[in-house]
């Protein structure tokens, strides 16, 4: 209820923040020809960080569902894909072939990482975000070491004087640049839509809602619901929660490969750090809890918050010609976090 008004249901169910961003993304998005923005290419961008981030928000749901929250040690998942990345630039693999690698080589380092880290989240039920906060500081600080002392020697990655230790930034052409993106892209008037990149968040999506369906998903869902119900049903909650961790960790390394494919470059050293809060909030925003979590809280949230970080500084700047647009979408973005966290009986229907 707003002001005595009973919202529909339809709205009711859909929440009064996700109400509130999206009037202000539809607001900002009617205000665009006023300040002589470009509407179409504003609409490109959505889309192209929809297609980066996709996967990196997907990653979410796994441990959402098992009961281990929301994973705020989402760095040790950048980390296994940036180990893939830049072992396959060393390997000497190019063009398309170069992100195949990525992902195999990423695969073996995500189980490994992401089954110690599910074992060091069985040991502190009820604790697990804060100690995934501090994973993720521990595993970017070893990181930076590694970086610098890891035998690297393709030209494309290291310092160039030296020879020792990788650049903080290196760049994708010649190997797996926009590989997605360039796959059968749709160009509507000024609009251009990468095809390739959302066929593979489809897939990924349409896998995880698949698993989610079966008596392993099913259980895993058991688990984050309630625990002692599940071990009672002979469910071993231990090796579930575990096996979210290890799915969490994989998706998160194959999504922060889709990301570099479409910005570019690859960002080392302490760059994962700036993933972890966007990831969070953007399926908080789309109407996920610390407990419940769907695929379209992952789709709608992406959007808001893709949308909102496109969309405000550019038509912000353009009204009161100042730079406060990041200062304006800080507050509305980690209001709304707040909010989320604050209402643990809401999420996926």
Aim: aromatic share 10%; with cysteine; charged share 5%.
């Amino acid at each position: 209820m707003i002001a005595g008004y009973v919202l529909p249901p339809v709205l009711k169910k859909m929440g009064f923040p996700r109400l509130i961003i999206s009037g202000f993304l539809l607001l900002l998005f009617i205000m665009t020809p006023f300040v002589d923005a470009d509407l179409p290419a504003q609409i490109t961008n959505i889309i192209n960080r929809f297609s980066w981030n996709g996967v990196l928000v997907l990653a979410m749901v796994p441990m959402i569902h098992s009961g281990c929250g929301l994973n705020f040690g989402l760095p040790l998942s950048i980390i296994c894909g940036l180990l893939g990345a830049t072992l396959s630039i060393q390997f000497g693999f190019t063009g398309p072939l170069s992100f195949m690698m990525a992902i195999l080589i990423a695969t073996p380092f995500a189980v490994l990482l992401g089954g110690g880290y599910g074992i060091l989240l069985n040991r502190i039920k009820g604790g697990e975000m804060m100690i995934a906060t501090y994973v993720g500081f521990s595993a970017i600080s070893f990181m930076c070491m590694m970086w610098l002392l890891l035998p690297y020697t393709s030209p494309t990655m290291v310092w160039g004087l030296s020879g020792n230790g990788l650049r903080p930034t290196i760049s994708l052409d010649g190997f797996y640049n926009q590989v997605l993106a360039n796959f059968l892209p749709i160009q509507i008037g000024s609009i251009v839509i990468p095809t390739g990149s959302l066929l593979f968040f489809a897939l990924l999506a349409f896998l995880m809602w698949a698993f989610l369906h079966t008596k392993t998903g099913t259980a895993m869902t058991a688990v984050g619901s309630n625990a002692v119900f599940a071990r009672a049903a002979g469910i071993s909650v231990d090796r579930v929660r575990i096996l979210s961790v290890i799915m969490s960790t994989w998706l998160g390394a194959m999504g922060i490969l889709v990301y570099q494919q479409g910005f570019g470059f690859i960002q080392l050293y302490n760059a994962p750090n700036n993933m972890t809060m966007p990831t969070v909030s953007a399926i908080l925003i789309g109407g996920a809890s610390i407990n419940k979590a769907s695929i379209p809280n992952v789709i709608i949230g992406t959007i808001l918050f893709q949308g909102m970080v496109t969309m405000t500084p550019t038509v912000i700047n353009a009204m009161i010609h100042t730079d406060m647009s990041e200062i304006i979408r800080v507050i509305v973005t980690q209001g709304m976090i707040l909010y989320a966290l604050t209402r643990k009986t809401e999420g996926a229907k």
